[in-house]
């Protein structure tokens, strides 16, 4: 069949679009670092005509055409009145209508305005993933596929019974109630009840797929679209690539959740359900139901001897315990993950998403919030600076006043009455312009505070979040100034000295042999050595030219007191032509220089 090469961003070797002579047209991904992780070859160009075509018919035709998918596109723009919806409005439908993949990206973009305008990421928050359920016949085969044919039934049954109606279902999973049998796990009572999240069959091959056709087109955006490259598609491809790699793989999620169990294992405010790892796989999650609400329905507040102010306090406590303690943070805490226990705590579902944060991150996020208290901007800009990675051409001051035209009208205000984190939010807009490239983890904790807010006006109508965030940083520089954890710190930098002192000797002693050797060569790297170069080499001839025009200048004088021959102009013809010689080449030289000037 007839082959084309494309060339592709990034310095790639060229993408191959094979047409076999059949109505099927295979597109082949070269067996690159990513085609290894996952989203390795478009086997099959009818997804990729599917989203050519939709995002034409949304009024993105001419993109398709500048990247090269024109001869993909088989539905024109036919229906849709481009000039009735502004272009965010109109991708956000595309993303839609191209499923639960597009969606997922949309609501990634929607934590990133950063990387994408305004108008977009204000847009895609209103992506919302949701999905019609699969009969629970059409589930029954990931379950076939962890428990076998008998899961259901027999001695070997794992459940007593599992109700076919699904309590949530989203794009990647459905959620289902369940009684264990006694005999399923060991110490498990008979009876117990269960939530099982269930991955849709299929969904996986769904995702490598479209991830594929993803990296593809993000590598056509930058290769012939310049004002897109600036947004690095390819980078955020591979950010959503990671995000979904993890989400998808319940074995994590199971992981995630041990990992709270233990941090909370002390604190009786908050509840973590068991998982139940004997019965969990990467596709089959058994989790312990929670006897609790979740915060976004209207009864979780109305529960008979229920404290909202016990509740919120736990709430917040349980989050910034995990942003300024742990470390480890969930990661999409709405009010639909949040339940409100009889007793006034709070437990924690969906543990698909979280953020880790380093202690140089965690120290970053208390002093930001001890900034924005004192209205400090400089030490605002400093700390993101400090973070993103080194950046010759900030300019910390301009960066500063522009934090401040951003920051300073809203803190006049009441800050019960303003979204802190909508706030920090835009903060990144300002760093984005100002070059520097925020760490992703601080991009999904700005998100979570917007969503902790969101929460905390549930229970609240005048929460303010910035009181409690400070009480946490000042728990946190306390926390740096306590023995156990100073005399770690001294322990690690007696280490490290410690290191450096053993190497330093047979460092010195490799440098100094290096030295020595006969072959050694000293370089020295200038900025702009060719200019240097060519200045020291104009100089020198110039040194030498008027060298030479002294000589001849001292020539013609010395040759007027010994030949008194023939005379030009009362000259001797000899002094005549020395002083002519020198004349010339110092019209030549002032030329010259004149020049290159």
Do not use: W
């Amino acid at each position: 069949g007839q082959k084309t090469r494309r060339s592709c961003a990034r310095n790639t070797t060229p993408t191959k679009i094979e047409r076999p002579s059949g109505p099927q047209v295979t597109a082949v991904r070269r067996p690159t670092r990513r085609a290894r992780r996952g989203g390795s070859a478009l086997r099959n160009a009818a997804r990729l005509r599917t989203i050519a075509s939709v995002f034409a018919r949304y009024g993105f035709q001419n993109v398709a055409e500048k990247i090269r998918l024109g001869r993909f596109i088989v539905e024109r723009l036919s229906g849709i009145d481009a000039d009735q919806f502004t272009p965010a409005e109109r991708m956000r439908m595309a993303f839609e209508e191209l499923g639960p993949t597009f969606v997922k990206l949309g609501q990634l973009l929607a934590t990133r305005p950063d990387l994408i305008p305004e108008e977009f990421v204000e847009e895609f928050k209103r992506l919302h993933d949701q999905v019609s359920a699969l009969p629970f016949d059409q589930m029954r085969s990931t379950l076939e596929q962890q428990y076998g044919r008998d899961f259901d039934k027999g001695d070997g049954s794992v459940f007593q019974e599992i109700d076919p109606n699904p309590i949530g279902a989203a794009s990647i999973a459905q959620v289902y109630r369940a009684v264990l049998k006694s005999s399923a796990v060991g110490g498990a009572a008979s009876g117990t009840k269960v939530v099982l999240k269930i991955q849709r069959p299929g969904i996986s091959e769904v995702i490598r797929n479209d991830i594929g056709v993803l990296y593809f087109l993000a590598e056509q955006l930058a290769a012939f679209v310049p004002e897109a490259a600036v947004f690095n598609p390819v980078g955020i491809v591979d950010e959503f690539f990671k995000t979904l790699e993890l989400e998808t793989n319940f074995n994590v999620e199971a992981n995630n959740i041990k990992r709270f169990q233990q941090n909370f294992r002390d604190d009786a405010t908050v509840k973590i359900p068991h998982v139940y790892l004997e019965l969990s796989g990467p596709k089959v999650l058994v989790l312990e139901a929670l006897q609790g609400v979740a915060l976004s329905q209207p009864s979780a507040l109305s529960q008979a001897g229920l404290n909202r102010d016990d509740v919120m306090r736990a709430g917040i406590r349980c989050y910034f315990k995990q942003v300024f303690v742990h470390g480890l943070f969930h990661g999409d805490l709405h009010a639909g993950n949040l339940f409100v226990m009889p007793d006034s705590t709070v437990g924690l579902i969906d543990f698909g998403i979280v953020g880790r944060l380093n202690a140089r991150v965690r120290d970053a996020i208390a002093n930001m919030f001890v900034a924005l208290y004192s209205e400090d901007y400089e030490r605002l800009a400093y700390e993101y600076v400090d973070l993103a990675p080194f950046n010759e051409q900030i300019d910390v001051d301009e960066f500063a006043k522009d934090l401040q035209d951003l920051l300073a009208p809203h803190f006049g205000l009441n800050l019960k009455s303003v979204n802190l984190g909508r706030l920090l939010m835009s903060t990144t807009v300002v760093a984005a312009k100002h070059r520097l490239v925020l760490p992703g983890e601080l991009m999904l904790f700005f998100k979570s505070i917007v969503t902790v807010e969101g929460m905390g006006r549930i229970i609240r109508s005048d929460f303010d979040l910035l009181p409690h965030a400070l009480e946490f940083a000042d728990e946190l520089v306390r926390a740096k100034l306590d023995t156990e954890r100073f005399k770690g710190d001294a322990l690690g930098f007696g280490r490290d000295s410690a290191m450096l002192l053993r190497t330093l000797p047979r460092q010195l002693r490799q440098f100094v042999r290096r030295v020595n050797h006969p072959d050694f060569a000293f370089r020295l790297s200038l900025v702009e050595l060719e200019e240097v170069k060519k200045s020291l080499e104009t100089s020198s001839n110039l040194v030498f030219l008027g060298l030479v025009i002294a000589g001849l200048m001292l020539s013609g004088s010395a040759t007027m007191f010994i030949d008194r021959g023939h005379l030009i102009l009362g000259i001797p013809l000899l002094s005549a032509i020395f002083y002519g010689l020198a004349g010339a080449l110092g019209l030549a030289a002032f030329r010259n220089y004149i020049k290159k000037s």
